[in-house]
């Protein structure tokens, strides 16, 4: 890879608590174009601290960025996508209500959260 920069995958994950249940999460990808899956948001892995549980992806919506002339709209992938543990907990919170259940077997639980609204 002479003459290029590697890119390093930023690390983040961290702890949450939402009602009564402590979760731990972690950054999974961030904001990306994939020849199979076109523009892909950010995706969030989030696992109950105790035992073993199901886990949840929280998948993002692509930021709608654009740049470039008017007529080509071509996204904007943001190189740090900003995000907090109240985003976390909003799409936790959203995935236990389209049941999501920590308790349950099997295969992750990927949830797509749905785009805010403006």
Not at 45 to 61: N, Q
Not at 97 to 103: C, F, L, Q, S, V
Request: proline share 8%; with cysteine; aromatic share 8%.
């Amino acid at each position: 890879m002479h003459g290029q920069k590697k890119r390093r995958k930023r690390s983040m994950q961290g702890s949450i608590s939402v009602e009564g249940i402590n979760f731990l999460w972690q950054l999974l990808s961030e904001p990306q174009k994939s020849t199979e899956h076109g523009y892909k948001g950010m995706c969030i892995s989030v696992r109950a601290e105790e035992g073993r549980h199901r886990e949840l992806v929280l998948e993002y919506p692509m930021p709608r960025k654009f740049h470039g002339h008017p007529m080509l709209q071509i996204p904007q992938i943001p190189q740090r996508p900003k995000f907090s543990d109240k985003t976390i907990e909003s799409g936790i919170r959203q995935a236990m209500a389209a049941g999501w259940d920590t308790a349950s077997r099997g295969k992750p639980f990927i949830y797509k959260v749905p785009e805010k609204s403006n």
